[in-house]
């Protein structure tokens, strides 16, 4: 019976694994969100703070799908799904994040959530065509963004989550801020441990001391 769950686990992700599968699946998980998030800016509902933390995510799921063949990705299905957790609980939030007390004035809110997008902008492009949903190994990139930081991506969405609290600020909030950005250190962890054994990428860890912040962490 193990010998048979593990084929069938097996089997799984090996479908998972397949060129397409799992860029259509975060595809179509992405719809109901962006969805909602139409009725929201149709109803003159969605601010700033909540329209850039759900942008920002929304920018690395649906540019996956032009994302370069990996020569080695992980056959983990804890880390699928912490990826999968981390990814959407993130865009769930930003997407139906309850109401709260503003804690800063809306307009230095509304343009931490215009930098926050920024940055993911400008560290989406910098990383091209290597972007993965799962730890993999790809080209490494070390221009752009990624000269200063290991994961310039999740600055800008971490900035953005913040924004958001400060805009909303409530127990329900901060705890989820603290739950997702947890996820998400843990997700970087768990992606710099699957290609540290990679001698580029190990060169790459010595280089960029840092991951979120230069100079800081």
């Known amino acids: 019976m193990t010998d048979l769950g593990a084929a069938e686990g097996e089997g799984v992700m090996r479908f998972l694994g397949r060129p397409g599968v799992d860029r259509t699946i975060a595809v179509v998980a992405s719809l109901p969100f962006v969805f909602a998030l139409y009725h929201r800016l149709a109803g003159g509902t969605l601010d700033l703070p909540r329209a850039g933390a ?20 992980t056959p983990n299905p804890w880390w699928w799904l912490l990826a999968f957790v981390a ?13 709260g007390r503003a804690l800063v004035p809306d307009a230095l809110s509304d343009g931490l959530a215009i930098l926050a997008v920024l940055i993911v902008v400008y560290a989406r492009l ?27 991506i999740y600055s800008g969405l971490f900035l953005a989550w913040i924004v958001l609290t400060l805009r909303r600020c409530s127990t329900a909030n901060v705890t989820l801020l603290i739950v997702i ?37």
Request: proline fraction near 7%; avoid cysteine; charged fraction near 20%.
């Open 181 to 217: 950005g947890t996820l998400y250190v843990i997700k970087s962890v768990v992606e710099e441990g699957f290609l540290r054994d990679d001698p580029p990428y190990a060169q790459y860890l010595r280089q960029v001391r840092h991951r979120f912040i230069p100079g800081v962490v």
């Open 54 to 73: 759900a942008i920002g995510q929304l920018i690395t799921i649906l540019t996956m799908v032009f994302r370069r063949a990996p020569r080695r990705i």
């Open 87 to 99: 990814t959407y609980s993130s865009l769930a939030w930003a997407t139906f994040a309850p109401t």
């Open 126 to 152: 910098s990383l091209g065509r290597n972007i993965g949903f799962v730890p993999a190994q790809r080209a490494i990139v070390q221009s752009g963004a990624y000269r200063f930081v290991r994961h310039p």
